[in-house]
């Protein structure tokens, strides 16, 4: 048994050893403008031909696999032996949000994992040409909550969520997988990965939040690139199960039943596994210190703008990861993290002060009055009005009515020779203290008040008397 059991992982490693598969060009040839009926496109015959040099039948089972990443999508088609070979590689036009699977609706993310497509999931008739439905959520999104609707493969080159081809590339994976549905295959395996899950992107990537989930989607990786057969896919536990021998049915949220790898399967994966190890522990020694910065999808549309123009709106090509992304190291990285933080705190804290502006203002028709001045201003007093002369006045000088009389200079021994001719103010009676003074007296008494000094004051300043006014000539009529 044992010795059946090598002979089997030989031939396995033969055969994988074997597949030096070339190409078709990434580009298509196909004229859009010149496809009367695009649900019954034939593939060209240099894609005919290049299916008999690899011993392919035109309507033989395919897979699609797909690598975020770098941006491809890669179309497999069984030969004779019932093994896959790579028929064509497809550059993807866009897709929307970073490395990592789809959760939640809205979040603009791509899915990841393994989707089974059945004929029910073509649609000929979508706004984007022509569309494939990944069916998510499957089986895993499903028991593990998360949620999403109308993830597609579909053409016109705009993503939020899909992944979008050109139309010229849609139509001949769509005419693949239709045909091959003709050649009586059930449903076409789907297997979409964030990047190849060789030992240095696994070790570049050590430290992204999604590296368990990837590790699990590493397992049925490898048994395709061991086997070159899409793995059996089942769910249990919450987890994707690849290519077990089961004692009874899946129950995706349940526990699994007792499971078992075909032996023959089991030791080419072991020696597969070993020499995989070697590679990461080489490449954990290259990376040390440093860690993979994954780019935005608005940094990926950064570096295909020029792509862009001259095309309409809805064309939106996003470029790969790989080249906008980078080796860093950890302190820059998180360097530019926090900073990328900043910036997004602030662009929130705008939209919500535009959010709450548009509220009270009820969306720019009603301008708020702004609330009075708490601080008291000073009241400015109008000026009053001076009454025009008369011609008459120009013959008679009008006193000032607040003419400040001249000075006149006490000597202290004239101020001491009067001191004793001062007497005390007879005393007011009852009847004249509550009479009350007339508005002329009570402005005169305010006055001499004012002006008044006290009387150390007195003994140190000069005196002022008021010097009665002269008489003014008539005849000096002009004021000079």
Same mark, same amino acid.
């Given at each position: 048994?044992?010795?059946?059991?090598?002979?089997?992982?030989?031939?396995?490693?033969?055969?994988?050893?074997?597949?030096?598969?070339?190409?078709?060009? +990434?580009?298509?040839?196909?004229?859009?403008?010149?496809?009367?009926?695009?649900?019954? !496109?034939?593939?060209?015959?240099?894609?005919?031909?290049?299916?008999?040099?690899?011993?392919?039948?035109?309507?033989?089972?395919?897979?699609?696999? &797909?690598?975020?990443?770098?941006?491809?999508?890669?179309?497999?088609?069984?030969?004779?032996?019932?093994?896959?070979?790579?028929?064509?590689? !497809?550059?993807?036009?866009?897709?929307?949000?970073?490395?990592?699977? %789809?959760?939640?609706?809205?979040?603009?993310?791509?899915? =990841?994992?393994?989707?089974?497509?059945?004929?029910?999931?073509?649609?000929?008739?979508?706004? !984007?040409?022509?569309?494939?439905?990944?069916?998510? *959520?499957?089986?895993?999104?499903?028991?593990?909550?998360?949620?999403?609707?109308?993830?597609? &493969?579909?053409?016109?080159?705009?993503?939020?969520?899909?992944?979008?081809?050109?139309?010229?590339?849609?139509?001949?994976?769509?005419?693949?997988?239709?045909?091959?549905?003709?050649? /009586?295959? =059930?449903?076409?395996?789907?297997?979409?990965?964030?990047?190849?899950?060789?030992?240095?992107?696994?070790?570049?990537?050590?430290? #992204?939040?999604?590296?368990?989930?990837?590790?699990?989607?590493? @397992?049925?990786?490898?048994?395709?690139? @061991?086997?070159?057969? *899409?793995?059996?896919?089942?769910?249990?536990?919450?987890?994707?199960?690849?290519?077990?021998? +089961?004692?009874?049915?899946?129950?995706?949220?349940?526990?699994?039943?007792?499971?078992?790898?075909?032996?023959?399967?089991?030791?080419?994966?072991?020696?597969?596994?070993?020499?995989?190890?070697?590679?990461?522990?080489?490449?954990?020694? %290259?990376?040390?210190?440093?860690?993979?910065?994954?780019?935005?999808?608005? =940094?990926?549309?950064?570096? @295909?703008?020029?792509?862009?123009? /001259?095309?309409?709106?809805?064309?939106?090509?996003? /470029? #790969?990861?790989?080249?906008?992304?980078?080796?860093?190291?950890?302190?820059?990285?998180?360097?530019?993290?926090?900073?990328?933080?900043?910036?997004? =705190?602030?662009?929130?804290?705008?939209?919500?002060?535009?959010?709450?502006?548009?509220?009270?203002?009820?969306?720019?028709?009603?301008?708020?009055?702004?609330?009075?001045?708490?601080? *008291?201003?000073?009241?400015?007093?109008?000026?009053?009005?001076?009454?025009? %002369?008369?011609?008459?006045?120009?013959?008679?000088?009008?006193? *000032?009515?607040?003419?400040?009389?001249?000075?006149?200079?006490?000597?202290?021994?004239?101020?001491?020779?009067?001191?004793?001719?001062?007497?005390?103010?007879?005393?007011?009676?009852?009847?004249?203290?509550?009479?009350?003074?007339?508005? $002329?007296?009570?402005?005169? $008494? $305010?006055?001499?008040?004012?002006?008044?000094?006290?009387?150390?004051?007195? $003994?140190?300043?000069?005196?002022?008397?008021?010097?009665?006014?002269?008489?003014?000539?008539?005849?000096?009529?002009? /004021?000079?």
């Amino acid at each position: 048994m044992r010795f059946w059991n090598l002979l089997a992982s030989a031939a396995i490693v033969a055969a994988l050893a074997g597949c030096t598969n070339e190409t078709l060009d +990434a580009t298509t040839s196909v004229d859009i403008k010149s496809v009367r009926n695009k649900t019954e !496109y034939q593939v060209s015959a240099p894609m005919v031909k290049k299916m008999s040099e690899l011993g392919m039948q035109k309507q033989a089972p395919i897979a699609l696999r &797909i690598f975020k990443e770098e941006g491809t999508l890669e179309v497999w088609k069984a030969n004779t032996a019932n093994r896959f070979q790579l028929l064509k590689t !497809y550059k993807i036009c866009a897709w929307s949000g970073k490395l990592g699977p %789809k959760v939640k609706e809205g979040d603009r993310q791509a899915p =990841e994992g393994f989707y089974p497509l059945f004929p029910r999931q073509m649609n000929p008739n979508s706004n !984007y040409y022509l569309a494939i439905n990944t069916g998510y *959520p499957n089986a895993y999104d499903k028991a593990n909550g998360r949620q999403g609707t109308h993830l597609m &493969i579909h053409g016109a080159c705009s993503s939020s969520g899909c992944y979008s081809m050109t139309d010229e590339q849609m139509i001949e994976i769509f005419a693949l997988a239709r045909d091959s549905f003709k050649g /009586g295959q =059930e449903s076409v395996q789907l297997q979409a990965f964030p990047f190849r899950m060789t030992a240095e992107n696994m070790a570049r990537h050590r430290d #992204n939040p999604n590296i368990d989930f990837w590790k699990m989607l590493k @397992v049925g990786y490898d048994q395709f690139e @061991v086997t070159k057969r *899409p793995p059996e896919v089942n769910v249990c536990e919450k987890k994707y199960v690849f290519n077990q021998q +089961a004692s009874g049915p899946f129950n995706p949220g349940g526990q699994c039943p007792a499971m078992s790898t075909p032996p023959a399967l089991q030791v080419a994966m072991a020696s597969f596994e070993k020499s995989y190890q070697t590679d990461y522990d080489k490449a954990m020694k %290259k990376y040390d210190g440093m860690v993979w910065y994954e780019p935005s999808e608005a =940094e990926r549309k950064a570096i @295909v703008a020029k792509q862009r123009v /001259g095309r309409e709106l809805a064309y939106a090509p996003t /470029g #790969n990861s790989l080249d906008a992304g980078k080796m860093m190291k950890a302190s820059d990285l998180e360097k530019k993290i926090a900073l990328q933080k900043e910036a997004e =705190e602030t662009k929130q804290a705008v939209e919500i002060q535009k959010k709450e502006l548009e509220k009270a203002t009820d969306g720019g028709k009603h301008v708020p009055v702004p609330a009075a001045n708490p601080i *008291p201003q000073p009241v400015m007093q109008a000026a009053v009005e001076q009454p025009k %002369k008369s011609f008459w006045s120009l013959f008679f000088k009008s006193e *000032p009515e607040l003419q400040m009389p001249a000075p006149v200079v006490i000597t202290p021994e004239q101020q001491a020779t009067a001191a004793p001719q001062t007497q005390a103010a007879p005393a007011t009676t009852a009847k004249q203290a509550k009479a009350p003074a007339p508005a $002329a007296q009570q402005q005169a $008494a $305010a006055v001499t008040t004012a002006t008044t000094p006290s009387a150390d004051a007195a $003994a140190e300043a000069p005196v002022m008397t008021e010097e009665p006014p002269k008489k003014r000539p008539f005849w000096k009529i002009w /004021g000079n």
